[in-house]
């Protein structure tokens, strides 16, 4: 009897790696980025980036150039003594350091307090968490401006008008950041995590230090950027209890361009020495910032 030898099977065509400007997803789909999602991204960015690009030109320019029409769109020599011009109208040194401290330390307050509201509220269980969190959220709900007057006379009972800790202590926590802070922390932090570290003794500030910071250093980045940007651009509780006499920058700015015609070159001199701190902490806390927006984009 003749026994038929069974041919090999073939062998599987090796996958060819995904061409430039596609790749392939989970299900095995290959996503591709046309022109038209590079032309539509080329003039987000376009769109994006053209304020803080004018803010450049209008900065470098003279009053008289800006005036022009059609207005000029390259910078020009003038930004140095659109500086100068700055610090001589408005002590925007004085403003930065005043701006630093209070942003620096409403950032710092926040984070850290929001972020052990956060895990309480995400991990601890303790009686009446829930009607706490409503309530914390419910305050988000209530316009800020509503407690002006009550703060202001709080403030002027303890006799911190015009210091700066009338600007730092109102901003210490917010609910905001106390609500994000414990999503963050629902979705990141695992049980399991804790219920092991309670097995070898550890106690529940240790537990913070050692365990939740470290799994929550890209959302406190996050919060940390949102709040610095809030607290620096902050001009409607600053200008009430501070004077020009210790003003933070978007105090300051107001008192720039004076005149029968405002000049708008040195307003925007000011501008943009206002904007580079912000710019200067995103460029630090960047990749943190990236880095916690994926992963809540992965886990949610």
């Known amino acids: 009897m003749t026994v038929l030898a069974t041919p090999p099977a073939p062998s599987p065509a090796p ?3 995904p061409a430039r400007g596609r790749y392939r997803s989970r299900a ?11 032309a539509f991204l080329t003039v987000a960015v376009l769109v994006s980036a053209f304020p803080f690009y004018w803010t450049i030109v209008a900065a470098s320019r ?19 003594r659109n500086f100068e011009a700055v610090v001589e109208e408005a002590d ?50 209530i316009p800020p401006q509503l407690g002006v007057i009550p703060l202001f006379m709080l403030i002027a009972e303890l006799q911190w008008v015009n210091q700066l800790q009338a600007v730092i202590l109102p901003g210490l926590v917010s609910a905001f950041g106390v609500f994000f802070m414990r999503q963050y922390l629902v979705q990141s932090l695992p049980d399991e995590l804790i219920e092991a570290a309670r097995v070898d003794g550890a106690s529940t ?13 890209p959302g406190m980045a996050v919060l940390g950027l949102l709040t610095f940007m809030a607290a620096w651009n902050d001009f409607f509780w600053p200008i009430i209890a501070l004077s020009s006499s210790e003003p933070t920058v ?39 910032i990236v880095g916690g927006i994926m992963q809540g984009a992965v886990k949610g």
């Open 205 to 217: 500030a240790r537990i913070f230090w050692s365990i939740v910071v470290p799994i929550a250093r």
């Open 250 to 288: 978007q105090v300051a700015l107001r008192q720039l361009g004076g005149g029968y015609v405002d000049d708008q070159s040195v307003v925007m001199a000011g501008t943009l020495l206002g904007t580079l701190p912000v710019l200067l902490v995103f460029g630090l806390l960047g990749r943190q």
């Open 92 to 141: 925007i040194g004085r403003a930065l350091l005043n701006s630093l401290i209070v942003s620096g330390s409403v950032t710092l307050g926040t984070v850290l307090c929001c972020t052990l509201a956060g895990f309480a509220f995400a991990k601890l269980r303790f009686r009446g968490r829930g009607a706490l969190l409503a309530v914390t959220v419910g305050t988000m709900m």
């Open 62 to 80: 003279s009053n008289a150039d800006l005036a022009k029409v059609p207005p000029t769109l390259l910078p020009g020599p003038h930004l140095m």
């Open 28 to 38: 095995g789909r290959t996503m591709r980025g046309g022109k038209l999602a590079y």
């Open 15 to 17: 996958e060819r790696p």
